[in-house]
T-cell receptor, first 110, second 117 residues
Framework: RKEVEQDPGPFNVPEGATVAFNCTYS??????FFWYRQDCRKEPKLLMS???SGNEDGRFTAQLNRASQYISLLIRDSKLSDSATYLC???????????FGSGTRLLVRP | GAVVSQHPSWVICKSGTSVKIECRSL??????MFWYRQFPKQSLMLMAT?????????EQGVEKDKFLINHASLTLSTLTVTSAHPEDSSFYIC?????????????FGPGTRLTVL
């Protein structure tokens, strides 16, 4: 079983749509979670951290369910510029290693 | 955010040659740098953790004699792919963790695309 699993997509949505991505992780002791965005042939960039209480940054909302070991990302009012691959990431707090999911590809069409 | 550079951004080489990739933290000191590899349509896979002044720690399945890592200063780590073969063609990305950072954010370099003919 992979340590971090994501639906690869692609999710093809019209501009203005709301889209949600899910992620599950296998290590119940994990404490730190993130969503990264990666554009084609570029390095990943931190989108947001994920907190237990849930957190929002503009059109983006992240949720964490520790009991189910499940992380989600909700994007509201999708823009063309949101087209990218979204990576679910878990950090090993003892070593600071980042464990990446395989990513979910989002395509926002006009 | 902090800036991390990588050089070269891309390289094409013949099979059997060695390639060195540099990772530099430009405006901060990085005690720890990480090296990742990403094959097409796959996610980033951690290859090794590089600590300044000590030997790198390699992930399972990564050959330390093939992927030589040197972290001689707080702002520079290098990855040398020795005797590269076509299966080593990949996108190599480094990241650096700010020394003493309680937030522990990692900053990524722009990556180096290696093509081995």
């Amino acid at each position: 079983r992979k340590e971090v699993e994501q639906d690869p997509g692609p999710f093809n949505v019209p501009e203005g749509a709301t889209v949600a991505f899910n992620c599950t992780y296998s290590n119940s002791a994990s404490q730190s979670f993130f969503w990264y965005r990666q554009d084609c042939r570029k390095e990943p960039k931190l989108l947001m951290s994920v907190y237990s209480s849930g957190n929002e940054d503009g059109r983006f909302t992240a949720q964490l369910n520790r009991a189910s070991q499940y992380i989600s990302l909700l994007i509201r009012d999708s823009k063309l510029s949101d087209s990218a691959t979204y990576l679910c990431v878990v950090r090993e707090d003892s070593s600071y290693k980042l464990i990446f999911g395989s990513g979910t590809r989002l395509l926002v069409r006009p | 955010g902090a800036v991390v550079s990588q050089h070269p951004s891309w390289v094409i080489c013949k099979s059997g040659t060695s390639v060195k990739i540099e990772c530099r933290s430009l405006d901060f000191q990085a005690t720890t740098m990480f090296w990742y590899r990403q094959f097409p349509k796959q996610s980033l896979m951690l290859m090794a953790t590089s600590n300044e002044g000590s030997k790198a720690t390699y992930e399972q399945g990564v050959e330390k004699d093939k992927f030589l890592i040197n972290h001689a200063s707080l702002t520079l780590s290098t990855l040398t792919v020795t005797s590269a073969h076509p299966e080593d063609s990949s996108f190599y990305i480094c990241s650096a963790r700010v020394s003493g950072s309680g937030g522990n954010e990692q900053f990524f370099g722009p990556g180096t695309r290696l093509t081995v003919l």
